[in-house]
């Protein structure tokens, strides 16, 4: 089988479905999978339009249902198709309420996506961080949790944004040849200063990819990989003079970087607590 159907159910926004679907699916590369998205399913009737969907294109069959009903209706109906129907949190749902001895709560669809103060958290870390990016907004970087600094596209940016929607007030600062680094970072004693770097000859590449979607010349000091070397041998023994951690994100991405800055934050905290 090279192509299969793999149809994801859920009650809320699809989040969990899709990443538990992602992370199982990346791990069989020489599979294609045609997927197909059933969100907001909170009725018997939804679930009956989702089945009727699952059996003009049959295949596997993942499911984030809390509702017993709904989630019961969805598996009585996929095993009549003959089809697997995996619920992502039933092993987990299980495995609580045995080691807590109490059942669940009332069922609640959505219920980590309230409106409450994490919420709003999140939602303030945004603004902060959209305000904060590039080094457009030096007033109140004192206010940062996280200050990153690298020279030009070493992912600072989307990284930011990523740390921002885990409620983390993150700005960032590039670092220009030739340029000063500004007072106010020196100035942020309560933020964590991170130093992104890249290896050279990638992050030439990617330059010179950037310029040529830009129509401009690709041979200039910004591309030249000799250039980039000193930039980035420059931000690295400023990173080393003040102490700041470094995380090379040659080879990993925006998610693992920010794991690894979510690490250094909470041990930071720890010992400051």
């Avoid at 089945?51 to 049959?58: C, D, E």
């Avoid at 990173?239 to 470094?246: E, N, S, T």
């Avoid at 090379?248 to 800055?261: F, K, L, P, Q």
Wanted: net charge negative; glycine share 6%; hydrophobic share 40%.
């Amino acid at each position: 089988m090279k192509n299969f159907h793999l149809h994801l159910v859920s009650d809320a926004t699809g989040e969990t479905v899709t990443s538990v679907a992602r992370a199982c699916l990346v791990q069989f590369e020489s599979i294609q999978s045609t997927l197909h998205q059933w969100w907001l399913v909170r009725s018997e009737g939804q679930v009956d339009r989702a089945l009727q969907g699952i059996s003009h294109h049959p295949g596997i069959v993942l499911y984030t249902l809390v509702d017993p009903v709904i989630s019961e209706r969805l598996a009585t109906g996929c095993r009549a198709l003959g089809l697997p129907c995996i619920g992502i949190l039933n092993p987990v749902l299980a495995g609580l309420e045995d080691y807590l001895h109490h059942e669940m709560d009332k069922p609640s669809p959505g219920r980590q996506h309230v409106l409450d103060d994490e919420y709003f958290k999140r939602i303030d870390a945004m603004h902060y961080t959209i305000a904060h990016d590039d080094g457009q907004l030096m007033a109140g970087l004192e206010k940062a949790d996280v200050i990153l600094l690298g020279v030009s596209r070493t992912s600072k940016t989307p990284t930011c944004m990523y740390l921002a929607n885990r409620g983390v007030k993150a700005a960032n600062v590039p670092l220009v040849p030739g340029m000063p680094l500004p007072d106010e970072v020196l100035q942020a004693k309560q933020a964590m200063i991170v130093g992104l770097t890249r290896e050279p000859s990638s992050l030439s590449d990617i330059r010179k990819n950037r310029l040529r979607l830009l129509d401009h010349d690709e041979e200039s000091d910004y591309a030249d990989e000799e250039k980039v070397r000193e930039e980035v041998l420059s931000a690295r023994r400023l990173f080393a003079a003040h102490g700041w951690p470094v995380i090379d994100v040659t080879r990993r991405s925006i998610e693992e970087a920010s794991a690894s800055i979510l690490q250094l934050l909470a041990k930071r905290r720890g010992e400051a607590a």
